[in-house]
Nanobody, 128 residues
Framework: QVQPVESGGGLVQPGDSLRLSCAASGRAFSNYAMGWFRQAPGKAREFVASITGSGGRTTYADSVSGRFTISRDNAQGLVYLQANLLQPEDTAIYYC?????????????????????WGQGTQVTVFS
């Protein structure tokens, strides 16, 4: 099973960028779509972006589309989230996870229930 570990969060100002990384150990990493989610204080965890196992297809939440980019390096077992033009409303703990099925192919998911296990998360704080 793929077990993720996130890193790359930090304290930034509006308009700044961060690149979040997710190291996902485990067999057959490329069989799993990967997703990024985030949870702001007092709110439920929400979908941010996901990518197919091959990396050929991506999808984004409307709130980040055009500002964030998800990518992956299957040889290194890594998934990235390039977050540009960060705003205070992007402040949250960011989590990555593999899909629960490992079907590979062109399968892509957006529901939280389709992903797991979860890493410990990385904090992103955007302050003005």
């Amino acid at each position: 099973q793929v077990q993720p570990v996130e890193s790359g969060g930090g304290l930034v100002q509006p308009g700044d960028s961060l690149r979040l990384s997710c190291a996902a150990s485990g067999r057959a990493f490329s069989n799993y779509a990967m997703g990024w989610f985030r949870q702001a204080p007092g709110k439920a965890r929400e979908f941010v972006a996901s990518i197919t196992g091959s990396g050929g297809r991506t999808t984004y939440a409307d709130s980040v589309s055009g500002r964030f980019t998800i990518s992956r390096d299957n040889a290194q077992g890594l998934v990235y989230l390039q977050a540009n033009l960060l705003q205070p409303e992007d402040t949250a703990i960011y989590y990555c996870a593999p899909d629960r099925y490992g079907y590979g192919g062109n399968n892509i998911y957006t529901r939280e229930s389709s992903f797991g296990p979860w890493g410990q998360g990385t904090q992103v704080t955007v302050f003005s």
